[in-house]
């Protein structure tokens, strides 16, 4: 069994205020309170600043729930596997992914998950958006980045190799960058908050900073710009390698490569119970989505 202290201090910081971790628990604000006093007495540290409108993890807070997230779900998927509830998992479960990602290799990968869980309510939303999934009613998010917040709980699926690329016709009119300081010179192609460039080379990581030629919240169209001869771009694997094996784009400055950091997630907030088609989903997409990324 679970800690109970343990559970209300990951109860208050998945919910974000006493009150909502307290309704819950089905427990008063005040003796949900002392169970928190009584934990950091018996730790001999503040885990939280609490004030009137908000609370906020401290160094130690930040530090014991990063230790508590994965021993809470290890346990819990411990006890559903000796239950055997796995046979029955079912209900609702909402998911949010890039519009590209989700399209080319998130739903190639659904049909095995539907038939092996069919009593799943499953939804599914793309978008490029940002989705604070802390102030949203998603179960989980697929996400491309170097960085999870220390606010959510990360589950890495697959590596994400990025490459510069371009056009043949767009190289042939504007000549063939032989060096990154080169890209000064040449249109480049990013969507909002993709640039500056973090890259790894020969000399280590470096960054690239620049403008996009074109204005979009759309990787989609930063693809078909750089198809259609529109300038540069830093594209996954996953997503050009098509294009790359049949020529509609090629490879620029292949010696740099994005930073390697980046790597494909599933996200989800906090929460001292993980539930069971959560569960289901991560390990299906942690196997199905290593092997189809890895053969981009």
Same mark, same amino acid.
């Given at each position: 069994?679970?800690?109970?202290?343990?559970?209300?201090?990951?109860?208050?910081? @998945?919910? $974000?205020?006493?009150?909502?971790?307290?309704?819950?628990?089905?427990?008063?604000?005040?003796?949900?309170?002392?169970?928190?006093?009584?934990?950091?007495?018996?730790?001999?540290?503040?885990?939280?600043?609490?004030?009137?409108?908000?609370?906020?993890?401290?160094?130690?807070?930040?530090?014991?729930?990063?230790?508590?997230?994965?021993?809470?779900?290890?346990?819990? @998927?411990?006890?559903?596997?000796?239950?055997?509830?796995?046979?029955?998992?079912?209900?609702?479960?909402?998911?949010?992914?890039?519009?590209?990602?989700?399209?080319?290799?998130?739903?190639?990968?659904?049909?095995?998950?539907?038939?092996?869980?069919?009593?799943?309510?499953?939804?599914?939303?793309?978008?490029?958006?940002?989705?604070?999934?802390?102030?949203?009613?998603?179960?989980?998010?697929?996400?491309?980045?170097?960085?999870?917040?220390?606010?959510?709980?990360?589950?890495?699926?697959?590596?994400?190799?990025?490459?510069?690329?371009?056009?043949?016709?767009?190289?042939?009119?504007? $000549?063939?960058?032989?060096?990154? @300081?080169?890209?000064?010179?040449?249109?480049?192609?990013?969507?909002?908050?993709?640039?500056?460039?973090?890259?790894?080379?020969?000399?280590?990581?470096?960054?690239?900073? $620049?403008?996009?030629?074109?204005?979009?919240?759309?990787?989609?169209?930063?693809?078909?710009?750089?198809?259609?001869?529109?300038?540069?771009?830093?594209?996954?694997?996953?997503?050009?390698?098509?294009?790359?094996?049949?020529?509609?784009?090629?490879?620029?400055?292949?010696?740099?490569? $994005?930073?390697?950091?980046?790597?494909?997630?599933?996200?989800?907030?906090?929460?001292?119970?993980?539930?069971?088609?959560?569960?289901?989903?991560?390990?299906?997409?942690?196997?199905?989505?290593?092997?189809?990324?890895?053969?981009?």
């Amino acid at each position: 069994m679970f800690d109970p202290d343990y559970d209300s201090f990951l109860q208050v910081v @998945a919910a $974000g205020s006493l009150s909502a971790a307290a309704r819950a628990l089905r427990l008063s604000p005040a003796s949900l309170s002392k169970r928190l006093t009584r934990l950091e007495d018996r730790l001999g540290v503040r885990l939280l600043h609490r004030t009137t409108r908000r609370l906020s993890l401290t160094e130690a807070g930040r530090e014991l729930h990063a230790t508590l997230v994965p021993a809470r779900m290890a346990l819990q @998927a411990t006890e559903d596997r000796i239950a055997g509830r796995g046979t029955a998992i079912s209900g609702p479960l909402r998911m949010t992914a890039p519009t590209s990602f989700g399209r080319m290799h998130l739903a190639p990968c659904l049909p095995e998950f539907i038939a092996q869980y069919p009593q799943i309510d499953l939804a599914l939303d793309l978008t490029d958006q940002f989705v604070d999934l802390l102030d949203s009613d998603y179960d989980l998010a697929i996400r491309v980045t170097a960085h999870v917040p220390a606010s959510l709980v990360g589950h890495r699926l697959a590596t994400s190799r990025r490459v510069l690329c371009a056009s043949p016709a767009y190289l042939a009119a504007s $000549g063939i960058p032989a060096a990154l @300081a080169d890209l000064r010179g040449h249109r480049l192609l990013a969507a909002d908050g993709q640039l500056p460039w973090h890259l790894d080379g020969p000399g280590g990581s470096t960054i690239h900073d $620049g403008v996009s030629h074109v204005r979009t919240n759309s990787s989609e169209v930063v693809r078909e710009l750089a198809l259609d001869g529109c300038g540069i771009a830093l594209r996954s694997l996953w997503d050009v390698a098509p294009a790359l094996k049949s020529g509609a784009l090629v490879r620029v400055l292949p010696m740099f490569e $994005g930073s390697h950091d980046v790597a494909i997630f599933a996200v989800h907030p906090p929460t001292p119970m993980v539930s069971a088609r959560l569960r289901a989903m991560i390990d299906h997409l942690a196997i199905a989505l290593e092997r189809r990324i890895e053969t981009a």
